[in-house]
C-alpha cells in the first residue's frame, strides 16, 4: 500500500500525463487513484489516527464546498476545487494505512527520491530547450503544466528542502545516502536559479539560513555561505543576474519586473476588497481571475485567502495552523522528555515541518499557495510522526520491571526498599 502511495505522489507531481498527451487520454492518474482506493478497501491494517488536525481539515473542506457553492463564478472554479480534493482524498489514505516509523521513513524518502526525479526530469527538458520567456529573460519551468510556472515549481522545490535536512540530521541516509542528499541539494539550488524566480530565491536563502543557524559550527558555515554566494552569482547569465538584483534595487530591471512586484502588494489589497464586497464567502475558491477580471492569480496567500473565501476560509485555515502549532508542541514537549530521540528521524519530521509550515507562512507573502498538496502532505507527516512518538513513550512507560540478581545498577531510591534480600534492581 506504502509503495502505491508513492507512486502516485510521482503521478502528481512529474504529471507525465501532462507532458505526454496520449498518457492522458487514458485518464492515467484517475484510473491508478481507483485502483488505489480499491486496494485501501480491502488493505487490513488501516485504522484512523485520532488528531484535532483532521477536524481541521474536515472545517477547512466544509468551507471550500460552501464557499464554491456560494459563488457566482463555480462553472469556472470547479478544476480547482476538484484538484483539491484530490488532495484531500490522498491524505485520507495516507494517515490510515501509515502507523509507523518504517512507514514514515518510507514515504519521506519516497516523497524526496520523487522530487528528485522531477528535477532531473525537469533539468533535462531545460537542458533541451523548454523554457519560458518571461520578464525579459528565459527561465526554466517544471515538465508539467499544473505547477510548472517558474514561480510555482521554484516554490514546490522549497518547500521540500527541510526533509533533506531531516533525513542529513538522523543519519538514516548513511554515506551514499548523504551523497546523494548533497547532490540533490545541489540540484535543487540551481533549478531555483534557473527559474530566475525572486522569491523562491528568497526562499532558498531564509531555509540555508535556518539550517545553518540550527548548526553547531554556524559561524563556519555562515562564512562559507557568504563567500560562496558572490561567486554563484557571478557564473549565472547577465540576465540571471540582472533579474535577482531586482530584489533590491527594482530600478535595474525592466518595468514589467518591478510592477510585477509591486503586484504581490496589490494581490494583498484587492483581496482585502473582495473580502469587503462578500464577507461570509468570498467570491469562490479559485475564482481570482474571473471575480478581478485580471489575468494573473493573486501571487499573495493572505490575499487569495480572503478574496476567495472570505472569513469563513480565514477561520478554518488558522484552526489548521493552530494545529499545526499545537502538535508542534506535543512532538516538542516529548523531545524534552526523551532527548535521544531528536537525531532519529521520526523526530526530525516533525521539525522539517515546522521548517516547512513557516516557509509556507513566510512565501505566502509572495505567493498564492493556499490549495497547493504540501498542507495536507505535510500534516499527514506530522500527525503520523507524533502517533509514533506516543507510541514510542506508551512502549517505555509500560515496560516491566525485572529483578535480576547478576546485574548491579543504581536502584531509584523510592523502589529500593521494595528490593527482596539478596536481590538487585534491573530494568
Given amino acids: 500500500m506504502h509503495f502505491l502511495l508513492i507512486g502516485y505522489m510521482f503521478l502528481f507531481i512529474d504529471r507525465p500525463f501532462e507532458v505526454w498527451p496520449w498518457l492522458g487520454d487514458l485518464r492515467v492518474e ?26 481541521a481539515y474536515a472545517a477547512f473542506a466544509a468551507a471550500v464546498v460552501g464557499c464554491w457553492a456560494m459563488s457566482p463564478w463555480m462553472d469556472q472554479a470547479q478544476p480547482k476545487v476538484e484538484d483539491w480534493f484530490k488532495i484531500v482524498v490522498f491524505y485520507v489514505l495516507l494517515v490510515t494505512t501509515v502507523h509507523d516509523e518504517k512507514g514514515l521513513k518510507r514515504m519521506v524518502v519516497g516523497f524526496l527520491a520523487v522530487m528528485g526525479l522531477y528535477l532531473l526530469h525537469s533539468f533535462r527538458e531545460y537542458l533541451g530547450g523548454k523554457h519560458t520567456f518571461r520578464m525579459g529573460i528565459a527561465r526554466m519551468v517544471g515538465v508539467d503544466t499544473t505547477l510548472g510556472d517558474p514561480n510555482s515549481f521554484g516554490a514546490s522545490i522549497v518547500f521540500a528542502l527541510p526533509f533533506v535536512a531531516a533525513l542529513w540530521r538522523s543519519g538514516f541516509a548513511g554515506k551514499w545516502g548523504k551523497l546523494a542528499l548533497t547532490g540533490y541539494t545541489g540540484l535543487s539550488a540551481l533549478c531555483i536559479l534557473l527559474t530566475g524566480s525572486r522569491s523562491s530565491l528568497i526562499g532558498l536563502v531564509v531555509w540555508g539560513l535556518i539550517v545553518i543557524l540550527g548548526h553547531r559550527r554556524r559561524w563556519l558555515w555562515l562564512s562559507l555561505a557568504l563567500a560562496g554566494a558572490p561567486v554563484a552569482f557571478v557564473a549565472l547569465p547577465g540576465s540571471l543576474q540582472n533579474r535577482f538584483e531586482t ?16 503586484g504581490r502588494i496589490q494581490g494583498l489589497l484587492m483581496g482585502f476588497e473582495l473580502w469587503g464586497r462578500s464577507p461570509l464567502t468570498g467570491v469562490g475558491p479559485g475564482a481570482w481571475r474571473p471575480a478581478t477580471k485580471a489575468d494573473i492569480e493573486s501571487h499573495s496567500l493572505y490575499g487569495q485567502l480572503l478574496g476567495e473565501m472570505g472569513t469563513a476560509g480565514a477561520v478554518t485555515f488558522a484552526a489548521v495552523v493552530g494545529c499545526f502549532v499545537w502538535n508542534f508542541r506535543r512532538v516538542r514537549a516529548i523531545r524534552r522528555t526523551h532527548p535521544e530521540w531528536r537525531t532519529e528521524l521520526v523526530g526530525q519530521v516533525p521539525a522539517a515541518v515546522a521548517v516547512a509550515l513557516f516557509l509556507l507562512l513566510f512565501m505566502g507573502f509572495f505567493g498564492h499557495n493556499l490549495f497547493r498538496f504540501s498542507w495536507l502532505w505535510y500534516g499527514g507527516f506530522l500527525i503520523i510522526a507524533r502517533h509514533c512518538l506516543e507510541r514510542r513513550v506508551r512502549e517505555k512507560q509500560s515496560a516491566p520491571v525485572v529483578w535480576d540478581e547478576a546485574v548491579e545498577v543504581e536502584e531509584p531510591a523510592a523502589e529500593r526498599e521494595a528490593v527482596p534480600a539478596g536481590w538487585t534492581w534491573h530494568k
Fill in 30 to 55: 484517475r484510473v491508478y487513484m481507483l485502483f488505489t482506493m480499491a486496494v485501501w478497501l480491502v488493505y487490513p491494517g488501516k485504522r484512523w489516527l485520532p488528531n484535532p488536525q483532521h477536524w
Fill in 247 to 262: 530584489i533590491i534595487n527594482p530600478d535595474v530591471g525592466p518595468e514589467n519586473a518591478k510592477t510585477s512586484g509591486e
